[in-house]
């Protein structure tokens, strides 16, 4: 038989506290914390607890060293890898394709330079972000390439082109007309109708077919001979105001068919 006691492995039983012994335990516990002070929580270091009390200002000092030391490190690290962001925003360039569409000298050009920079970009990073979205947005339309600035020959070819088909809608007198309007802006400048400064406002008001043609009305009721405008009204006929300017044409009274057919045709039309 083994001599092993029976109570290997049996632990006594605590004896239940009664009222009286809890009370005057926790009694004494208050009684030694009041003697020496708030007692330190374990997750605060005995560097931050002085004379019974958190050193709040110690502790915040040293959050922010490690805080500065922490930014340092990621410095470092990075200034060691490809992701470098370039000391300006002068450093930064996309593919000469992108100019077509955002010009490297442009206002938004610059902005997303500055921004790029703050966010910490490389020049690498950069060009591959700009490469993508510009087209991608330029695709889409929510961009639209900027339009080429034209030369002076440019403006000039484009000017003629112009005036030369506005002129051509009143008919082979289109430069006449054009001629008479410009004799009579200045000769109403002569008389003192207009002033040389309103000379301006009035030669700014041609500037299509449609502004010669009401200009030559206007004319012809200050009892200025005017040439008759060979345009036409919606269903292919004259307007009754040319009309009038027909018949008090010098063509119309000296017999000239073509004036009285004009004439005949419209009244024959509107009857």
């Known amino acids: 038989m083994s001599e092993e006691s029976l109570l290997s492995g049996v632990e006594a039983e605590q004896e239940e506290k009664t009222i009286d012994q809890v009370q005057e335990e926790e009694y004494n516990a208050e009684q030694k914390e009041s003697e020496e002070g708030p007692i330190r929580p374990d997750y605060i270091s005995e560097e931050f607890w002085k004379d019974g009390k958190l050193q709040e200002e110690d502790l915040a000092k040293a959050h922010k060293a490690e805080q500065d030391k922490a930014l340092g490190l990621r410095r470092k690290l990075s200034e060691k890898g490809s992701v470098k962001a370039p000391k300006s925003v002068e450093e930064y360039s996309y593919n000469?394709?992108?100019?077509?569409?955002?010009?490297?000298?442009?206002?938004?050009?610059?902005?997303?330079?500055?921004?790029?920079?703050?966010?910490?970009?490389?020049?690498?990073?950069?060009?591959?972000?700009?490469?993508?979205?510009?087209?991608?947005?330029?695709?889409?339309?929510?961009?639209?390439?900027?339009?080429?600035?034209?030369?002076?020959?440019?403006?000039?070819?484009?000017?003629?082109?112009?005036?030369?088909?506005?002129?051509?809608?009143?008919?082979?007198?289109?430069?006449?007309?054009?001629?008479?309007?410009?004799?009579?802006?200045?000769?109403?400048?002569?008389?003192?109708?207009?002033?040389?400064?309103?000379?301006?406002?009035?030669?700014?008001?041609?500037?299509?077919?449609?502004?010669?043609?009401?200009?030559?009305?206007?004319?012809?009721?200050?009892?200025?001979?005017?040439?008759?405008?060979?345009?036409?009204?919606?269903?292919?006929?004259?307007?009754?105001?040319?009309?009038?300017?027909?018949?008090?044409?010098?063509?119309?009274?000296?017999?000239n068919a073509v004036a009285h057919k004009k004439v005949k045709d419209y009244f024959e039309a509107v009857s």
Do not use: H
């Not at 703050?118 to 339009?147: H, R, V, Y």
């Open 96 to 255: 000469e394709d992108i100019n077509e569409i955002l010009p490297s000298d442009s206002p938004a050009a610059a902005i997303l330079k500055e921004k790029a920079l703050e966010s910490g970009l490389s020049k690498d990073q950069f060009d591959s972000f700009i490469s993508k979205i510009m087209p991608a947005l330029s695709e889409k339309g929510m961009i639209s390439k900027p339009e080429a600035e034209m030369t002076d020959e440019e403006r000039d070819s484009e000017f003629n082109s112009f005036k030369e088909a506005e002129l051509g809608k009143l008919g082979k007198d289109g430069p006449k007309i054009l001629q008479k309007l410009a004799n009579w802006g200045e000769g109403m400048v002569n008389k003192g109708v207009i002033s040389p400064d309103e000379k301006p406002v009035f030669e700014s008001m041609i500037t299509d077919a449609p502004s010669m043609v009401l200009l030559t009305k206007l004319m012809s009721l200050t009892g200025e001979s005017s040439i008759p405008v060979q345009t036409a009204v919606a269903g292919g006929l004259p307007s009754r105001a040319e009309i009038d300017q027909i018949i008090a044409s010098p063509e119309y009274d000296a017999g």
